[in-house]
């Protein structure tokens, strides 16, 4: 069975703050579930289980998934709490130190 899509807009939206403006984040993310050589990333995709990215690893595109905690979510602001958990616990799994809120 897959997964329930957001509204495409709620998609678009979430796409472009987290590309436009968490970059470094999602590059945390990557590299702690799944491509830690990852230089490069765009989150290219969600729906309610996971979160999408691409990952420049070594001069070729990797697809990394990675579950929302507290999957499956239903509704946009629980898209933000979800990605704020997922950023500081793969912080803490790489050993950085964690950020202040946004």
Same mark, same amino acid.
């Given at each position: 069975m =897959?997964a329930?899509r957001?509204? #495409? ?5 979430? /796409?472009a703050?987290?590309? &436009?403006?968490?970059l470094d $984040? =999602? /590059? $945390?993310i990557?590299? #702690?579930? &799944?491509? !830690? $050589?990852?230089t490069e990333?765009q989150?290219?995709d969600?729906?309610?289980?996971v &979160?999408?990215w691409?990952? /420049?690893? $070594?001069g070729?595109?990797? %697809?990394?998934?990675?579950?929302? !905690? &507290?999957a499956?979510l239903s %509704?946009? !602001?629980?898209?933000?709490? #979800?990605?704020?958990? /997922?950023h500081?616990a #793969?912080r803490e799994?790489l050993g950085l130190?964690?950020?202040a809120?946004h």
């Amino acid at each position: 069975m =897959s997964a329930e899509r957001f509204d #495409a807009a709620v998609v678009t939206g979430v /796409l472009a703050h987290m590309n &436009g403006d968490h970059l470094d $984040d =999602s /590059l $945390d993310i990557v590299r #702690a579930y &799944g491509q !830690p $050589d990852a230089t490069e990333v765009q989150m290219i995709d969600l729906d309610t289980e996971v &979160g999408v990215w691409t990952a /420049l690893v $070594d001069g070729k595109d990797r %697809e990394v998934r990675v579950p929302w !905690p &507290g999957a499956p979510l239903s %509704e946009r !602001p629980q898209l933000r709490v #979800a990605v704020v958990e /997922l950023h500081t616990a #793969a912080r803490e799994k790489l050993g950085l130190e964690p950020v202040a809120p946004h």
